[in-house]
Each structure stands twice: as C-alpha cells, then as structure tokens.
C-alpha cells in the first residue's frame, strides 16, 4: 500500500526566503505527482503536475521535481511572500487499477512578512 | 466552466439527523470523487464513480454512508444518521479519463459538516 509522508507539519519562515517542501512516498510505481495547495477553510487548488516521465515542472516562482527511484518529490518556492502561506499537499496517483489519489498530510507553510 | 460545484458550504445538524451532501463536476469529466477530510487522517477517499457507476466504495466508514450518482451531473453523499464524529470537510472532485494524458483531478470547495 503506498505511503506518502510530508516533512515537516509545519513551516515558518521570513518573507522573502526561498524554501523547499519534501514529500516521500514508498511505492516508487506511480503515474503521476500533484502538489496542491489548501488555504484555511478552502478546497484543494492545484499547483503543479508531474507525470512519471518528467523530473520537474515549473510555474512562476513554483518548481517541482520528481525523483522516483528516490521515492522523493520537492516542490521549491523562490523568494516566499505572506501570501504563500497555506497548506501545501502532494498526492500520487499510482496508475494501478485504482484511480484514486494517495495524499500526504501536508505542511503548513508561514511566511512571516 | 464553473469548476466542482459542492452545496452547502456548512452543515451544522444535530446528532441522529440526516445529512445530504451534493455535488456537480465539471461538465465532460466522467469520474467522481468524494474525500473527507480530518485532522488526525488527512485526506481519505470514501468512493468513486466512473460514468455514473460506483467502482469503489472500500473507503466509506460504515453502512450510514451511501453515495448515489443519478446522472453525470450530479452527485449525493448521504449519512443517516450522523454522528458527531462524522464532523470534517467533505471535498467531491472530478476527472476525465485516467490515460489520456495527464491525470489531475479538481476539488470543489468543500463542505464543512459540524454534528453536534
């Protein structure tokens, strides 16, 4: 059964750092990794997607890699503003039969202005 | 399109009463999803449908949830009765054919359910 685990639970850093997100997973047979971010009290909003045949993606300030043989995904965020704070989740969709996503609980993300 | 449509947004009902989530995907998307989440579990599914039939329901708790899919365009999660635990947020979301490209799926914003 995969497993995805995010550390830490929780992040506090001064605006304008860059910082990075890690999230594990045990079963290294996925199709597909997505990071989503959750603002208090809101549904999930998707940030980046990467598919098994990619090593990272990129949106704006925003970069995830993926390294499967690892079992490892970061998601790198370039010079953090107040606005960024949220809590970011990645999910992995294994490909196998079952089309559901497998999630991390998340890191909670403070950018301290 | 107007993204995963969920109603309502909070439910506040009292122990023992029925609850009645609903939820519209994105028009064209022909899988559906139902999610709650808490803080000690995270993100858990409960069940999914494909072109309106469910293919996996080993997620819902018990027999006081059940799910229906009448049509593409909508969707019910039901618990009767409620119990205080069942007290979490409750996301649908959706997805076109795992596949044909990438496989992402989209949440609606969620409803928040309080049994007191």
């Known amino acids: 059964k995969q497993e995805v685990t995010q550390i830490p639970a929780a992040l506090s850093v001064p605006e304008g750092e860059n910082l990075v997100l890690n999230c594990s997973f045990t079963d290294s047979a996925i199709y597909n990794l997505q990071w989503f971010r959750q603002d208090p009290g809101k549904g999930l909003t998707s940030l980046l997607l990467?598919?098994?045949?990619?090593r990272e993606q990129t949106s704006g300030r925003l970069n995830a890699s993926l390294d499967k043989s690892s079992g490892r995904s970061t998601l790198y965020i370039a010079a953090s503003q107040p606005g960024d704070s949220a809590t970011y989740l990645c999910?992995?969709?294994?490909?196998?039969?079952?089309?559901?996503?497998?999630f991390g609980k998340g890191t909670k993300l403070s950018v301290i202005p | 399109d107007a993204g995963v449509i969920q109603s309502p947004r909070h439910e506040v009902t009292e122990m023992g009463q029925e609850v009645t989530l609903r939820c519209k995907p994105i028009?064209?998307?022909?899988?559906l999803f139902w999610y709650r989440q808490t803080m000690m579990r995270g993100l858990e599914l409960l069940i999914y449908?494909?072109?309106?039939?469910?293919?996996?329901d080993s997620g819902m708790p018990e027999d006081r949830f059940s799910a229906k899919m009448p049509n593409a365009s909508f969707s019910t999660l039901k618990i009767q009765p409620s119990e205080p635990r069942d007290s979490a947020v409750y996301f649908c979301?959706?997805?076109?054919?795992?596949?044909?490209?990438?496989?992402?799926?989209?949440f609606g914003p969620g409803t928040r359910l309080t049994v007191t």
């Open positions: 028009s064209g998307h022909d899988y």
């Open positions: 999910a992995l969709y294994s490909g196998a039969g079952s089309y559901q996503l497998t």
């Open positions: 990467i598919q098994s045949s990619q």
């Open positions: 979301a959706s997805s076109g054919p795992p596949g044909q490209g990438p496989y992402e799926q989209y």
């Open positions: 449908f494909n072109n309106n039939v469910p293919i996996d």
